[in-house]
């Protein structure tokens, strides 16, 4: 067993010392794959990568750890990933209310260049949509983008994760993108 599924098994068990050691173990991780999605954000991102962490990770051990229960380290990863795009999701709505600048845009006077990555609250949202969809047409190949897009995990980590060959994985992934794809092309024209 990996050191932190066995910190996972003493937080069920009630360690009081295994959150930190489950963090220790994990935190750097985290921030990269925190890092990956904040940067995709927008050009001014509201929501730094530390932060993103620290409010997965809070909403995983938070309430009540002992509750929690994760079979391995790719199970705690999977329900991170799920956490972090929740939050981002969230935050996505909030920024399109009214009252926090709703329609517009800001423009930034010293950015000459705009990554060509970036995701937008309406693009966030149109994602998590179709997201939605696939679950309840192909729950594992929405799993696998989760773990690809919001884990950021490869495709062959993600699909290891899942029980995936490699070229399983990318069948998988390339599907699910021609899906998704097709699904916002769709629910933009509406």
Same mark, same amino acid.
């Given at each position: ?60 051990? &938070? ?21 972090? %795009? ?72 993600? &699909? ?5 060959? %490699? ?19 769709? &629910?933009? &024209?509406?």
């Amino acid at each position: 067993m990996s050191d932190v599924t066995l910190a996972l098994l003493a937080i069920e068990q009630g360690d009081p010392r295994a959150a930190d050691r489950l963090l220790s173990l994990i935190y750097q991780e985290l921030r990269a794959l925190a890092a990956s999605k904040v940067a995709r954000e927008t050009a001014t991102p509201t929501l730094q990568a530390t932060s993103l962490v620290h409010d997965a990770y809070l909403r995983l051990l &938070g309430a009540d750890p002992q509750k929690q229960h994760w079979d391995s380290r790719g199970h705690f990863f999977a329900a991170a990933s799920e956490a972090m %795009r929740r939050i981002l999701i969230e935050n996505a709505r909030r920024k399109k209310r009214i009252r926090h600048g709703g329609g517009r845009q800001r423009i930034e006077l010293l950015d000459d260049a705009v990554m060509a990555d970036e995701e937008s609250p309406d693009q966030l949202l149109a994602l998590n949509d179709a997201l939605a969809s696939l679950a309840a047409e192909d729950p594992q190949a929405e799993q696998l983008v989760k773990l690809r897009f919001f884990g950021g995990l490869s495709i062959e980590q993600a &699909g290891e994760l899942l029980g995936f060959s %490699r070229a399983a994985a990318y069948r998988q992934w390339n599907y699910a993108r021609a899906w998704l794809r097709c699904r916002i092309e769709q &629910g933009q &024209g509406n």
